[in-house]
C-alpha cells in the first residue's frame, strides 16, 4: 500500500538558518510527490511538485525539493528561514490505483521560527 | 476569484443534529475531494468524485453522504452528528486523466460537536 512518512513532528530553527524537512515515501511505481505548507486556520497551499524530469525542483517562496529515488524521498529545503515560515507542512504523493490517483499526506511537520 | 470555495467557514452545532458543507471550483477541474482532518493535522481522504461519479469512497461512516450535482461542486451532508466528527473538513479538486495535476484546497470548514 502507498504511504508517506514525514519522521520529524516538529522542527525547530532560527530565522536566517538553513531548514530540510524529511519525506519518505512507498510506491511500487514513480509517483507524483507534492509538499504543501498550511498556515494557521488556512488550507493548504502548494509550495512545490514532482511529476518527472529534473530531480530537483524549485518551489515558491524560496523552497525547494529533491526527488532521490533510491531511497524513496523527496526532503523539502530552505537556505534561510524567514519568520513567516513558521507553519506545518505536509509532504504528499500521488499514486495510481483501480484507475484513479489518490492523493495520500504524510502526517505533517510542525516548523517553528526562532526570531 | 477564489478558486476553491467552501461554505461555511465555521459551523457549531449539538449532537444528533444534521449539517451540510457546500463547495464549489471555479478551476475546470473534473475532480473534487473531500479530506477530514483531525485535530493532530492528519489529513484523511474521504471521497473523490470524478464527473460526478464516485470514485473514492473510503471508511467513512454512511451518516455521511457526499453529493455532486455538476463536476463544479461536491457537497457534504452529516447525519446525526457525533462529537468524534468534529474536525476541519477541506474540499479539493485537480484535474485526472491524461494530466494529473495537484490538489487545490479550499480554506476549510470547522465543524465544532457540542
Known amino acids: 500500500a502507498q504511504s508517506v512518512t514525514q519522521p520529524d513532528i516538529h522542527i525547530t530553527v532560527s530565522e536566517g538558518a538553513s531548514l530540510e524537512l524529511r519525506c519518505n515515501y512507498s510506491?511500487?511505481?514513480?509517483?507524483?510527490l507534492f509538499w504543501y505548507v498550511q498556515s494557521p486556520g488556512q488550507g493548504l497551499q502548494l509550495l512545490l511538485k514532482y511529476f518527472s524530469g529534473d530531480t530537483l525542483v524549485q518551489g515558491i517562496k524560496g523552497f525547494e525539493a529533491e526527488f532521490k529515488r533510491s531511497q524513496s524521498s523527496f526532503n523539502l529545503r530552505k537556505p534561510s528561514v524567514h519568520w513567516s515560515d513558521a507553519a506545518e507542512y505536509f509532504c504528499?504523493?500521488?499514486?495510481?490505483?483501480?484507475?484513479?490517483?489518490?492523493?495520500?499526506f504524510g502526517t505533517g511537520t510542525r516548523l517553528k521560527v526562532l526570531a | 476569484d477564489t478558486a476553491v470555495s467552501q461554505t461555511p467557514k465555521y459551523l457549531v452545532t449539538q449532537m444528533g443534529n444534521d449539517k451540510s458543507i457546500k463547495c464549489e471550483q471555479n478551476l475546470g477541474h473534473d475532480t473534487m475531494y473531500w479530506y477530514k482532518q483531525d485535530s493532530k493535522k492528519f489529513l484523511k481522504i474521504m471521497f473523490s468524485?470524478?464527473?460526478?461519479?464516485?470514485?473514492i469512497n473510503e471508511t467513512v461512516p454512511n451518516r455521511f453522504s457526499p453529493k455532486s450535482p455538476d463536476k463544479a461542486h461536491l457537497n457534504l451532508h452529516i447525519n446525526s452528528l457525533e462529537l468524534g466528527d468534529s474536525a476541519v473538513y477541506f474540499c479539493?479538486?485537480?484535474?485526472?486523466?491524461?494530466?494529473?495535476?495537484?490538489?487545490?484546497f479550499g480554506e476549510g470548514s470547522r465543524l465544532t460537536v457540542l
Open positions: 504528499a504523493v500521488g499514486a495510481l490505483g483501480s484507475g484513479t490517483y489518490k492523493y495520500i
Open positions: 510506491y511500487g511505481a514513480t509517483p507524483y
Open positions: 468524485y470524478n464527473n460526478k461519479e464516485l470514485i
Open positions: 479539493a479538486s485537480s484535474h485526472q486523466g491524461q494530466y494529473t495535476g495537484e490538489l487545490f
